[in-house]
């Protein structure tokens, strides 16, 4: 829509609100409403103020004052609010100089797209995000000086076999590692879903499929269908904001953690890219895998810059609980076609050039997904820029290979902590187009090192007094 067309369709629609959303650094949306009447034409020029300084890694408070500019072709009449609300995704601008906010993810995003069309290499990026996430029933956690605790409970769990149920325990609960494709009864958030499908749809979204994963304690998946790069981030947000709100209202708590539950699979964000040029696409060809030189070389730049990545595409301490072996998660750096145990894969299922591409499977769902995919093309494009050879694809089951063998393939971190020194040491692909500014690389690395590391790094784990107590 047009600025001119959302104001026919607030007085079409008799739209009561309007709610102004923006991603904040870390990868949250944030909100604020305003009354009808507060909107017009100029407002998707002029914005909206905001205090920047309450914002985690933005302003200043000397310096808190910024915009937020709607865009007109995000609007759309949110489903979950009790009055008729439209909904607005919005850049950051700054009111003294009006320039896009450098630490807006949008933003970032944004530029990512332009950068690829200044290259000449190509004018489109889609990105396919297959987000995977749990549902509970009873969330508890809690830190302080002398304790710590969490805990999690699902009607699905393993765990619960023998427990007393209200209308008795009618045993129908995945095992570890068996959750992926049982029926009904076993799976029992079949219909939960399906309106989480429904949600989605209203704000716009195109599914694929819905379906449950493979872990005990209701683990789930919803396929949303590619997009440009930064409609690829506006709808990895939208399907959070449907999957979180439709949980609430049938008591669950949806989780988009990594790693929740011990000693079962994690939650991945497996991204499908491709680059396109003039509506063909690129990475199709006669090479390894139906791929082209293009695509293999884009395949050698992530593999090349993965260590970095993870800081953003895996950015939090729990990412690295999922990127383990054992567990289906990619913890080698490798391409292979099918094999799902590398950390890039081709997809073998169609032979239409439209559908090549290439699959990142290290990537989870606590990312920020205008930072990650950002990120990725900018990785994917240095290699095509430099022609980095990604070496010989693994066409083996790499958790099965013996120590001789692995020994020569590279892994991703085994923490947060080298992850960001990664990115600390290797970002220069990123600021090329000035898509990733260094204030931004630099907040990035001291938020995550100041706010996150530290603190768990400080705190006695609970198993630790299992280990240690009594020494």
Known sequence: ????????????????????????????????????????????????????????????????????????????????????????????????????????????????????????????????????????????????????????????????????????????????????????????????????????????????????EVATGGQCEIDVRYAELTKAGDNIMLYKYAVKNVAKRNNYSACFMPKPIFQDNGSGMHTHQSLWKGGKPLFAGNSYGGLSEMALHYIGGILKHAPALCAFVAPSTNSYKRLVPGYEAPVNLAYSSRNRSASIRIPMYQANPKSKRVEVRFPDPSANGYLAFSAMLMAGLDGIENKIDPGEPLDKDIYALGPEELASVPSTPGSLTEAIN??????????????????????????????????????????????????
């Open 422 to 471: 990664a990115l600390e040491a290797d970002h220069s692909f990123l600021l090329k187009g000035d898509v990733f500014t260094q204030d931004v690389v630099d907040m990035w690395i001291d938020y995550k090192r100041e706010k996150e590391i530290a603190p768990i790094n400080l705190r006695p784990h609970p198993h630790e007094f299992a280990l240690y107590y009594d020494c």
């Open 1 to 212: 829509m047009t600025p001119k067309q959302v104001m026919a369709f607030i007085k079409e629609k008799n739209i009561l609100m309007v709610d102004l959303k923006f991603m904040d650094f870390l990868g949250t949306w944030q909100h604020f409403t305003v009354p009808v009447g507060e909107m017009n034409e100029d407002s998707f020029e002029e914005g909206y103020g905001f205090d920047g300084s309450s914002i985690r890694g933005w302003q200043p408070i000397h310096a808190s004052d910024m915009l937020v500019i709607p865009d007109p072709k995000t609007a759309l009449i949110d489903p979950f609010c009790r009055e008729l609300t439209l909904s607005l995704i919005c850049n950051i601008v700054d009111p003294i100089t009006k320039e896009n906010y450098s630490r807006d993810p949008r933003n970032i995003a944004q530029k990512a797209e332009a950068y690829l069309k200044s290259t000449g290499i190509a004018d489109t990026a889609y990105f396919g995000p297959e987000l995977e996430f749990f549902l509970f029933n009873d969330v508890r956690y809690e830190t302080g000086q002398n304790h710590s605790f969490y805990f999690v409970d699902s009607p699905e769990g393993t765990w619960n076999t023998g427990r007393m149920e209200p209308n008795g325990n009618l045993g129908y609960k995945p095992r570890v590692k068996e959750g992926y494709f049982p029926c009904s009864p076993t799976d029992s958030l079949n219909d939960l879903r399906t309106e989480m499908v429904l949600a989605m749809q209203q704000l716009g979204l195109e599914i694929e499929c819905q379906h449950h």
